[in-house]
């Protein structure tokens, strides 16, 4: 949206002693093959003693399926894998779930808390291979 024109030169300086390719796009004038990344979003919640994903929105894949003109019905098409630490401790995600479907098959989505599960850490992985993690308190 407008530069100074030695902004690239600029930048090359500022990253002294590391060499860095850099390109300077005018998101004006060249917006065809504009994209923003974006993380993803997720709610994740403790129903009727079950950990349950609400809802899932891999951020950049809707924004490629957009592209393509292509649209989904269940949240769960988009998802790789989910793994549930239900004792996390704050440093090491170690699953005891570990939900990965076959090629025809959907995550489940819902999950059975266990009677002695604290912190519950949620890590969910899009097709694109990019991951939302959260954590939920059971109690």
């Known amino acids: 949206m407008g530069h100074e024109p030695d902004l690239a ?14 390109e300077v796009v005018d998101i004006l004038r060249d917006k065809a093959n504009l994209e923003f990344r974006r993380d993803s979003e997720a709610k994740v919640v403790i129903k009727d003693g079950e950990l349950v994903v609400d809802r899932f929105y891999p951020m950049n894949l809707l924004q490629k399926l957009s592209m393509q003109k292509e649209t989904v019905e269940d949240w769960r098409e988009l ?61």
């Open 79 to 139: 998802v790789e894998s989910i793994l549930i630490d239900w004792n996390y401790d704050g440093a090491i995600l170690q699953p005891t779930v570990v939900d990965i479907p076959g090629k025809t098959d959907l995550v489940a989505g819902r999950y059975k808390v266990p009677a002695d599960a604290g912190t519950i850490r949620v890590k969910i992985t899009d097709l694109l291979s990019e991951s939302w993690e959260g954590s939920v308190t059971n109690g």
């Open 9 to 22: 030169a600029q930048l090359k300086l500022a990253a002294s002693p590391y060499k860095i390719d850099v």
